[in-house]
């Protein structure tokens, strides 16, 4: 499986959109430092992840959530946990 996944910063209530194949441990990575990208706002709690069965569709989906309708449409269906 292709997960996209979005992370909410406790420390600043930021948003990242990422991509792996185990989402699992890439949530492990993030909390403890491992990615630089997200070092500095840990800790950060899952909120949202889609599966997909081809990679390609998830790296799509990943693109368009990075881009501004994909996070209007992401904080418009979070509303209530982006709170």
Do not use: C, Q
């Not at 930021?14 to 990208?37: A, P, Q």
């Not at 709690?45 to 209007?72: C, M, N, Q």
């Amino acid at each position: 499986m292709h997960y996209v996944y979005v992370l909410k910063s406790l420390k600043d209530n930021s948003l990242y959109i990422g991509y792996t194949t185990d989402l699992k441990r890439r949530v492990f990575e993030h909390n403890n430092g491992l990615s630089l990208s997200t070092k500095y706002k840990r800790p950060y709690k899952l909120i949202f992840y889609e599966g997909f069965l081809v990679r390609i569709d998830a790296k799509h989906r990943e693109i368009y959530l990075k881009s501004g309708w994909g996070l209007r449409t992401l904080k418009k269906l979070l509303k209530r946990t982006l709170v």
